[in-house]
């Protein structure tokens, strides 16, 4: 209880103006203008007296205080935004000092007494120039209301500045490195520094619970010659929508203040996990499985492999699966690869018909197969969506394209001068239970959609390249209601249709879903 009253008093006997007057002493003959007057920065201490020791109040390393002449022989100090122990407290202004020469160096002291509403104070304040810098000592008697007594002194050692220094006061880089704590591996992607807003976001895994976000440890680089508080390697806490202010101070002074958040979470696909299904007995029937939830095409190639014998015409597939792992990376050391494969093509299998060119896609939800199997159920097979609990902003990630040379429409006729499309393309909508589900007659234009984002390219893409899907909301959403959300990507945007082309290949790596 003390020990908070005093902090109290501190802040109390700063707000009503701390000095009243210096002490006066012999008119003097000082070089203020060319020696004592401008900036001085240094560290400024805050300790406390309790049964005879000294309890630590607050330290600012980098104080800047003011002096400007007030006379031939007399000089007035100003420490500006002072603050200790995270109590902001002004501007405290020493008036009027006057000097006394003792060698190279002037000295100069100050009283008064300040009554407040919950104590009173004597103050005794001595100070020295020497050599470009300035020392200041106060000493603060103070009576609590209630008669009980308590000691405050204030230390401040300085530089004068020279006036050259440089003003400015940014943060330049804020990165997480889980090679300085592992705790930072929770934090997705890069930071984003907001100049003009002077605020500092980032994204940490959906994974991440409360209280692994209390001890995030964060990078940071400023402006040369600048300093920042609290420092680079200083372990925050972030948990439960928390703000670290961080305070920038230049060279000459100057002070910015950035305020450092999380602004969402996201759900990483790297691609670096895959399985076969071993459900088929034989090796060659057990397709690849992306592992996250993704379900692909490679599920209808396998339904051609096991019943093509019986279509009209026959069908004899033997090429390779659409849906792949590969070692062209973006980053680690698998990504998602989709080609669009010659599936021949056929009037009637099982009752449906087979495309020509089957489109390598692979998606968020589930294939069936059995759905092939009712009249007019090739557009059933894909159940688009997973069970989704939060509210999606956007999709990214990395991607590479080459649409394939021989497009063929759905009658499997050859379509000269025709250039496919790769299609990248994410889908929230509402649900009443997690059974129902979008197909793919129904994917992009249902009313139950609550928000999409759909984006087509002819272009050829031969380096990795970032894609930014940014959801378009046409209902609001509610966190009380029940959602699926669908990513989509194929190699040929219109594969749905049977439209496609042979050896159109997508790539994709590093994929994120960025939430709210």
Known sequence: MKKSLFYYLFAVLCAVNLFSSCSENESIAVPIDSELAGKYKGKLDVSISQNGTEIPGGTINSQIINVTKAGDNAVSLSITDFSFMGIEIGDINLENCV??????????????????????????????????????????????????????????????????????????????????????????????????????????????????????????????????????????????????????????????????????????????????????????????????????????????????????????????????????????????????????????????????????SLFLGNFNPVAAMSPGGAMKTTEFGIPYYKEPVKVTGYYKYTPGTEFYNADGKLQEGVTDKCSLSAVLYEVSNENETLYGDDIYTSDKIVAKVIFTSDQVVEEYTPFELNLEYVKEYNPEKLYKFAVIFSASADGAAYNAAVGSKLVVDNVAIINK
């Open 99 to 360: 000097l006394t020469a003792n060698g190279d160096n002037y000295e100069f002291t100050g009283t008064t007494k300040v009554e407040a509403e919950l104590l009173t104070a004597d103050v005794d304040a001595t100070g020295v120039f020497s050599n470009g810098s300035l020392n200041l000592n106060l000493d603060i008697d103070a009576t609590l209301t209630g008669g009980v007594k308590q000691a405050v002194k204030v230390t401040y050692s300085g530089t004068r500045l020279k006036g050259d220094e440089s003003s400015e006061a940014k943060i330049t880089s804020f990165v997480f490195d889980r090679k300085v704590a592992e705790v930072d591996s929770l934090v997705i992607g890069e930071s984003v520094i907001n100049e003009e807003a002077k605020t500092i976001t980032f994204m940490v895994a959906d994974t991440a619970k409360a209280e692994y976000l209390t001890a995030l440890v964060p990078t940071i680089e400023v402006s040369k010659g600048a300093t920042v508080v609290p420092a680079s390697g200083e372990a925050q806490d972030f948990s439960n929508g928390k703000v670290v202010t961080y305070t920038v101070t230049a060279e000459d002074g100057t002070v910015a203040e950035y305020k450092a958040s999380i602004s969402g979470n996201v759900v990483v696909y790297d691609f670096e996990n895959w399985t076969v299904d071993k459900t088929q007995p034989s090796e060659e029937n057990q397709y690849p499985i992306a592992e996250g939830g993704w379900a692909s095409c490679n599920q209808a190639v396998l339904f051609i492999k096991a019943f093509g014998a019986f279509a009209t015409p026959p069908i004899s597939y033997t090429g390779g699966w659409p849906i792949t792992s590969t070692q062209d990376v973006h980053s680690g050391k698998l990504a998602a690869s989709m080609e669009s494969v010659d599936t021949q093509g056929s009037d009637n299998m099982m009752g449906q018909k087979v495309p020509k060119v089957t489109a390598g």
